[in-house]
Protein backbone atom coordinates (compact mmCIF):
# COMPACT_ATOMS: atom_id res chain seq x y z
CA UNK A 1 0.00 0.00 0.00
CA UNK A 2 1.33 3.60 -0.64
CA UNK A 3 0.35 7.00 0.56
CA UNK A 4 -0.56 9.25 -2.63
CA UNK A 5 -1.36 12.16 -1.31
CA UNK A 6 -0.09 15.24 -2.44
CA UNK A 7 3.60 15.24 -3.62
CA UNK A 8 5.32 12.55 -1.22
CA UNK A 9 4.57 8.82 -0.62
CA UNK A 10 5.49 6.53 1.64
CA UNK A 11 5.47 2.68 0.36
CA UNK A 12 4.76 0.66 3.49
CA UNK A 13 5.98 -2.68 1.79
CA UNK A 14 9.34 -0.62 1.78
CA UNK A 15 9.43 0.63 5.45
CA UNK A 16 9.47 -3.55 6.76
CA UNK A 17 12.33 -3.89 5.50
CA UNK A 18 13.31 -0.32 5.85
CA UNK A 19 13.24 -0.57 9.57
CA UNK A 20 14.92 -2.99 10.68
CA UNK A 21 18.05 -2.14 8.07
CA UNK A 22 17.92 1.63 9.81
CA UNK A 23 17.60 -0.37 13.18
CA UNK A 24 21.23 -2.70 12.21
CA UNK A 25 22.94 0.93 10.51
CA UNK A 26 22.00 3.27 13.68
CA UNK A 27 22.93 0.10 16.13
CA UNK A 28 26.11 -0.25 14.50
CA UNK A 29 26.84 3.28 14.60
CA UNK A 30 26.35 3.69 18.12
CA UNK A 31 28.31 0.52 18.63
CA UNK A 32 31.48 1.89 17.10
CA UNK A 33 31.23 5.09 19.10
CA UNK A 34 30.77 3.71 22.41
CA UNK A 35 33.72 1.48 21.73
CA UNK A 36 35.61 4.46 20.58
CA UNK A 37 34.49 6.32 23.49
CA UNK A 38 35.53 3.53 25.76
CA UNK A 39 38.96 3.23 24.02
CA UNK A 40 39.36 6.70 24.65
CA UNK A 41 38.09 7.40 28.17
CA UNK A 42 34.56 9.11 27.80
CA UNK A 43 33.03 6.00 28.63
CA UNK A 44 33.99 5.32 32.18
CA UNK A 45 33.68 1.59 33.26
CA UNK A 46 33.93 2.94 37.22
CA UNK A 47 30.94 5.28 36.37
CA UNK A 48 27.77 3.51 38.21
CA UNK A 49 24.47 5.17 36.99
CA UNK A 50 21.98 4.85 39.39
CA UNK A 51 22.44 1.37 41.15
CA UNK A 52 22.40 -0.53 38.00
CA UNK A 53 26.34 -0.26 37.05
CA UNK A 54 28.65 0.90 34.11
CA UNK A 55 26.71 1.58 30.64
CA UNK A 56 27.56 -1.24 28.53
CA UNK A 57 27.18 -1.86 24.94
CA UNK A 58 23.86 -4.26 25.75
CA UNK A 59 21.82 -0.79 26.78
CA UNK A 60 23.12 0.80 23.63
CA UNK A 61 21.95 -1.66 21.77
CA UNK A 62 18.75 -1.99 22.88
CA UNK A 63 18.19 1.54 22.95
CA UNK A 64 18.94 1.81 19.43
CA UNK A 65 16.66 -1.09 18.45
CA UNK A 66 14.05 0.08 20.69
CA UNK A 67 14.46 3.74 19.00
CA UNK A 68 14.36 2.29 15.52
CA UNK A 69 10.67 0.46 16.25
CA UNK A 70 9.45 3.60 17.65
CA UNK A 71 10.32 5.51 15.07
CA UNK A 72 9.24 3.42 12.37
CA UNK A 73 5.73 3.20 14.50
CA UNK A 74 5.23 6.98 14.58
CA UNK A 75 6.46 7.44 10.65
CA UNK A 76 3.83 5.05 9.62
CA UNK A 77 1.19 7.03 11.63
CA UNK A 78 2.24 10.53 9.90
CA UNK A 79 2.37 8.62 6.57
CA UNK A 80 -1.13 7.61 7.52
CA UNK A 81 -2.25 11.56 8.26
CA UNK A 82 -0.17 13.66 6.42
CA UNK A 83 -0.27 14.91 3.21
CA UNK A 84 3.89 15.61 3.62
CA UNK A 85 4.42 12.87 5.91
CA UNK A 86 8.68 12.89 5.28
CA UNK A 87 9.24 16.54 5.67
CA UNK A 88 6.46 16.49 8.79
CA UNK A 89 8.57 13.14 10.19
CA UNK A 90 11.48 14.80 9.64
CA UNK A 91 10.00 17.80 12.16
CA UNK A 92 8.93 15.71 14.37
CA UNK A 93 12.19 13.83 14.92
CA UNK A 94 14.58 16.76 14.67
CA UNK A 95 11.57 17.84 17.69
CA UNK A 96 12.66 14.55 19.40
CA UNK A 97 16.41 14.77 18.67
CA UNK A 98 16.67 18.31 20.81
CA UNK A 99 14.41 16.70 23.39
CA UNK A 100 16.36 13.38 23.84
CA UNK A 101 19.26 16.15 24.51
CA UNK A 102 17.71 16.19 28.44
CA UNK A 103 18.14 12.86 28.38
CA UNK A 104 22.21 12.27 29.66
CA UNK A 105 21.90 15.21 31.50
CA UNK A 106 19.94 13.91 34.39
CA UNK A 107 22.69 11.40 34.84
CA UNK A 108 23.78 12.30 38.32
CA UNK A 109 27.64 13.32 38.62
CA UNK A 110 28.35 12.13 35.05
CA UNK A 111 31.60 13.31 33.33
CA UNK A 112 31.18 15.74 30.77
CA UNK A 113 32.79 13.31 28.16
CA UNK A 114 29.63 10.34 29.10
CA UNK A 115 27.17 12.96 28.42
CA UNK A 116 29.03 14.10 25.08
CA UNK A 117 28.88 10.37 24.08
CA UNK A 118 25.69 10.08 24.73
CA UNK A 119 24.26 12.71 23.13
CA UNK A 120 26.26 11.99 19.99
CA UNK A 121 24.83 8.61 19.87
CA UNK A 122 21.43 10.45 19.67
CA UNK A 123 22.66 12.23 16.74
CA UNK A 124 23.77 9.21 15.04
CA UNK A 125 20.83 7.10 15.70
CA UNK A 126 18.53 10.03 14.72
CA UNK A 127 20.57 10.51 11.52
CA UNK A 128 20.76 6.97 10.54
CA UNK A 129 17.01 6.41 11.48
CA UNK A 130 15.32 9.23 9.61
CA UNK A 131 17.49 9.20 6.74
CA UNK A 132 17.06 5.72 6.11
CA UNK A 133 13.68 5.69 6.85
CA UNK A 134 12.45 8.62 4.90
CA UNK A 135 15.00 8.07 1.61
CA UNK A 136 14.08 4.09 1.71
CA UNK A 137 10.59 4.13 2.28
CA UNK A 138 10.08 6.51 -0.45
CA UNK A 139 8.26 6.13 -3.71
CA UNK A 140 8.85 8.42 -6.65
Known amino acids: QVNRVQGEHVAFKRLLWATPLAAVAATVGNAIVYFVASALGAMPQDFVVQDSGPITVTPVVLSSLIGTAGAAVIFTIVALLSRWPIRTFRIVA ?3 L ?43
Open 94 to 96: AVV
Open 98 to 140: VLSFATPLTIPGAPLSMILTLELMHVVAAVFITGMLTTLARTK
